[in-house]
């Protein structure tokens, strides 16, 4: 059964169609990717997905349940976390207690909420810097702590909003590495948007295409790097991969 | 963290003990610094926790002191039955300002504003009050010095020393909790960013919400405490944005957001500022409006030199 259910899914602002008619299915357990040019609407589709815009058309369904328009929070608390394409730090707080503040959404106790964080910030490689103010982190660390935030909510579909952009190739595999323990062994469900191609190879099994709001073509990786609409409008002709 | 709790040990003890040096003056020193360590620790938790500011929290102040007052005044209730339905005011008065500002999405200078109005409203409401004697003011009858009358909350200045210094202790202890509890998390998650704290799944209303009830509870005690301390109220005074300011100025100059710095820029204005007045009329210098001059000084110095407030910067150097 599909985890998520996005079905003609359309969001207008001021009259500018950001999405038109979009609709996909997530598997439970899959990695897909959400491709296209910039300002092809896959960031306006996260925030209907996580509950930012409520859509003028469609509907989505997670784990069975019609979610659309419900607010950010609900969502999350329904097992949906997103990061943020501009990251957002609680600059003033610790590494751990960014963490742990998602970490309450699951746990009553600032002790249950520690644990969490502490086993997160591991995974993440981010536990030597748990105490440093997030505001010192450079932008990779960020990053992952966008990633290790949204995880401490334990959600069942993690979206990822251009995690690996800004990351170096090494730092970029880890991310990798990370998001594959995760699917292998707690199942968890990832939807990225995702400029960067190596990463998109690597980890997806399936990938949507999005150009002016509309998808334009769907497969696997190798599948759409050979698709002639999709070179043509995003990666190029001569695009090497 | 022993360190802290040494030093806080040690000025506990110095805080029971001092009546016992301290003649009257000294006594009402200490009670009014106690005083606005208290009610900056309850702005605190509006403002330095949940990041949303408030310029009228003389609102609060003025409504549960009247609440308490003119009930006490007309009814003979005591002020231990007048005091909650004190804190339900202002809670209510509270909630109603919250409810307004979050639900239409009024944040940030916007937000203070309201908070600005409601207090000034509030005033012209009081002025035309005939149950609280309007301008005039309203007068409680003045304690007996020598009699602890706990029931009436009516005794010696040092009671209300003992009663002031239990309710700032209180308040620092809540609010040490806090911090440590979800609530302090979630709070502090909103101020530095909302967006990413709804993300997380929090509930964004309903925390600020809560912050603000809270923050109206606990300031709407020192009303209370305010009415039975001074026994005359004059909207005029009570509601003026000038002691919504007065309520702010120690914690931020303390450090807003912090557990102690409330309490040590409570101590540093009203010393300071008190001891400049006492020291110029010593002199023969009679200035009016020379302590709101010197607020203004200590400000621009702290903002200039201690952005982040004395506090965070005497614990870093004592390495607490």
């Not at chain 2, 002020?79 to 339900?88: R, S, Y």
Request: hydrophobic share 50%.
């Amino acid at each position: 059964m599909s985890l998520l259910v996005v079905q003609n899914i359309g969001k207008s602002f001021r009259g500018l169609k950001a999405v038109s008619d979009a609709s996909f299915e997530i598997p439970e357990g899959a990695i897909n990717a959400l491709i296209g040019p910039n300002g092809a609407g896959k960031t306006t589709i996260f925030n209907v997905i996580a509950g930012v815009f409520s859509p003028d058309a469609g509907k989505i369904s997670f784990q069975g349940k019609e979610i659309q328009g419900l607010r950010p929070d609900q969502i999350c608390a329904a097992g949906i976390g997103r990061t943020f394409q501009i990251v957002k730090p609680f600059a003033g707080l610790s590494v751990l207690d960014n963490v742990m503040v998602g970490g309450f959404l699951r746990e009553r106790t600032a002790a249950g909420s520690r644990e969490v964080a502490r086993t997160i910030l591991k995974k993440l490689d981010l536990h030597g810097k748990a105490n440093l103010p997030a505001s010192s982190l450079t932008l990779p660390d960020r990053k992952r702590l966008e990633v290790a935030r949204a995880l401490a909510t334990r959600p069942r579909l993690l979206l990822l909003d251009e995690v690996m952009a800004g990351l170096r190739p090494t730092e970029c595999d880890l991310m990798i590495e990370v998001f594959r323990g995760l699917a292998r062994s707690e199942g968890l469900t990832i939807l990225l948007i995702e400029h960067v191609m190596r990463a998109v190879m690597a980890l997806a099994q399936h990938v949507g295409v999005l150009h002016h709001g509309v998808v334009i073509a769907r497969g696997t990786p190798a599948e759409i790097v050979r698709n002639p609409a999709v070179l043509e409008c995003y990666l190029g002709e001569e695009t090497e991969i | 963290m022993r360190r802290e709790f040494l030093l806080l040990g040690i000025l506990a003890i110095a805080l029971i003990a001092f009546p016992a040096f301290a003649g009257p003056y000294a006594l009402s020193v200490a009670t009014l610094i106690l005083y606005f360590a208290y009610t900056g620790q309850a702005w605190n938790v509006m403002m330095g926790f949940a990041g949303q500011l408030s310029l009228g929290h003389s609102l609060y102040v003025g409504v549960a002191a009247y609440v308490a007052g003119g009930l006490f005044y007309h009814l003979g209730l005591g002020p231990w039955a007048g005091l909650w339905l004190a804190v339900l005011a202002c809670v209510a008065f509270g909630l109603l300002i919250g409810f307004l500002a979050f639900r239409f999405g009024i944040s940030g200078v916007y937000f203070a504003l309201l908070t600005i109005a409601f207090a000034e409203f509030t005033r012209i409401g009081f002025d035309h009050l005939d149950w609280t004697g309007g301008p005039g003011g309203m007068f409680l009858k003045v304690a007996q010095r020598d009699t602890w009358d706990l029931l009436n909350f009516r005794g010696p200045p040092l009671m209300y020393y003992y009663a002031i210094l239990f309710l700032a202790a209180a308040a620092l202890a809540l609010c040490a909790w806090l911090l440590k509890s979800k609530a302090g998390y979630y709070w502090q998650a909103i101020r530095e960013n909302e967006e990413a704290a709804q993300a997380l799944g929090i509930n964004t209303f309903r925390w600020k919400m809560l912050a603000v009830a809270l923050s109206a509870a606990m300031t709407a005690v020192s009303g209370v405490f305010f009415a039975f301390y001074y026994n005359n109220l004059f909207p005029e005074q009570i509601f003026n944005i000038s002691r919504s300011i007065e309520i702010i100025l120690g914690p931020i100059i303390g450090g807003i957001g912090t557990l102690f710095g409330p309490i040590l820029g409570a101590a540093v204005l009203t010393l300071l500022s008190d001891g400049l007045t006492d020291g110029l009329a010593a002199l023969g210098w009679e200035i009016p409006g020379i302590k709101q001059v010197f607020y203004g000084v200590v400000l621009l110095a702290v903002v200039i030199f201690l952005p982040n407030g004395i506090w965070p910067f005497i614990s870093k150097k004592l390495k607490l």
